[in-house]
């Protein structure tokens, strides 16, 4: 697949990024023309870089989106800090319709995310820890799949777009950093030294 597949993908002001998005039957998933823009969506999230994308940030107001995490995304991190994030690899997957529900017992978890929609910034966000998903995958099956860690971060943020929401609207907002103030002033350090000094509280 070339550049002439990738997609363009919206910023933040966008209307688009902020209307629900409609579901899709399984007949629809099978066709020519949703396999198709899975395979534009996972090239456009390669290529960005990404570890998730939603249809609507392609212009296309569907319950669809795509995720992926490894080595490649995450090469930047030592191992204690991957460690501390709890990535592990998520395999190409696709959910369709996706809905979630919460089994971690309350427990949340705060870092910083970014977003392919809100370029150049990035800030804290608690997230569950642990979610089960229901949902159907790229041959319009039933799939029902339990994220925890980094990967239930990046299926939350994923659906948020799917229901019209950006991760602004769950930013603790004095953590908000341009992405090069984050590199140089807080990558590495524990969430409760950078509450304490931005003056946020931990959940």
Do not use: K
Not at 144 to 164: C, K, M, N, Y
């Amino acid at each position: 697949m070339d550049d002439a597949d990738l997609l363009s993908i919206l910023a933040c002001g966008n209307p688009m990024l902020r209307r629900p998005a409609r579901a899709l039957t399984a007949d629809e998933v099978r066709s020519s023309v949703i396999q198709r823009l899975i395979e534009r969506m996972r090239a456009t999230m390669y290529g960005a870089p990404g570890v998730g994308l939603a249809a609507p940030q392609v212009g296309e107001a569907l319950q669809l989106a795509v995720l992926e995490d490894g080595p490649r995304q995450w090469s930047h991190l030592d191992e204690s800090e991957r460690m501390a994030r709890e990535r592990e690899i998520l395999p190409f997957t696709v959910l369709v319709n996706p809905t979630y529900e919460v089994v971690s017992e309350g427990r949340t978890v705060g870092f910083y995310e970014g977003c392919l929609s809100v370029p150049g910034l990035t800030g804290v966000v608690f997230r569950h820890h642990t979610v089960r998903v229901s949902a159907l995958d790229e041959r319009g099956e039933s799939l029902t799949q339990v994220f925890s860690g980094w990967p239930a971060r990046i299926v939350q943020h994923e659906l948020d777009h799917l229901s019209g929401v950006l991760y602004l609207d769950r930013v603790e907002s004095r953590s908000m950093s341009t992405v090069e103030n984050f590199a140089q002033l807080w990558a590495g350090h524990p969430l409760d030294e950078i509450a304490r000094e931005l003056g946020f509280a931990e959940h």
